[in-house]
């Protein structure tokens, strides 16, 4: 079973930079797009920023300009450099990635179980 396992999360204080990465499986093939989610105590889990197989980055409207969304291909990790880290940015940090559907397999859908992110005023 294919498993997702993020680090890089920690406490920081506002206007503190942390880097998350996400190791995966060279055994997930057909990758459709990868991306970082999170989610704040009493809130439903978002989507913070994206990255297709053909590499364009795509962020939400609190992510741009502070946050990085990259791909090493050659470590086969997801990363998310964070920046100018403010208190409504403590969430726990999700990486998923989506597979594409071929003749021979279905599209698949991986989360890992998510790295906590606190940042201090």
């Known amino acids: 079973q294919v498993q997702l396992v993020e680090s890089g999360g920690g406490l920081v204080q506002a206007g503190g930079s942390l880097r998350l990465s996400c190791p995966y499986s060279?055994?997930?093939?057909?990758?459709?797009?990868m991306g970082w989610y999170r989610q704040a105590p009493g809130r439903q889990r978002e989507l913070v920023a994206t990255?297709?197989?053909?590499?364009?980055?795509d962020y939400a409207h609190f992510a741009q300009g502070r946050f990085t969304i990259s791909r090493d291909s050659a470590k086969a990790t997801l990363n998310l450099h964070m920046s100018s880290l403010k208190p409504e940015d403590t969430a726990v940090y999700y990486c998923?990635?989506?597979?594409?559907?071929?003749?021979?397999?279905?599209?698949?859908?991986?989360w890992g179980r998510g790295t906590q992110v606190t940042v201090s005023s």
């Open positions: 060279e055994t997930i093939v057909n990758i459709n797009v």
């Open positions: 990255i297709s197989s053909d590499a364009r980055s």
């Open positions: 998923n990635i989506k597979t594409r559907a071929t003749l021979f397999s279905r599209s698949s859908d991986y």
